[in-house]
């Protein structure tokens, strides 16, 4: 029998105002994807962000931007949103 590590996700507090722009069942969607993170955060679609130490996961044409910490077993969940956006510093 395997043993998982478990992560604790969480997020910074403007991802609620992303998630807000974003249509109700695409937003289902999102969390989805963001609760895998929590027992593979480096998992499949897994892309590590050049010159950040940040990494993206894809769903469909949204884009959600995290952090892992492994020391910590931690994932903070940094930014969601269509694809176009998602990458501009505010």
Known sequence: ?????????????????????????????????IDTLAVNPRGDGCVKLSGQERYRVRQGAYRIVYEIHDDRLLVIVIKAGHRSGVYEKR
């Open 1 to 33: 029998m395997a043993s998982y590590k478990v992560w604790t996700v969480t997020f910074k507090q403007s991802v609620a105002k992303d998630l807000r722009a974003i249509p109700n069942a695409e937003v289902r969607r999102i969390l989805d994807r």
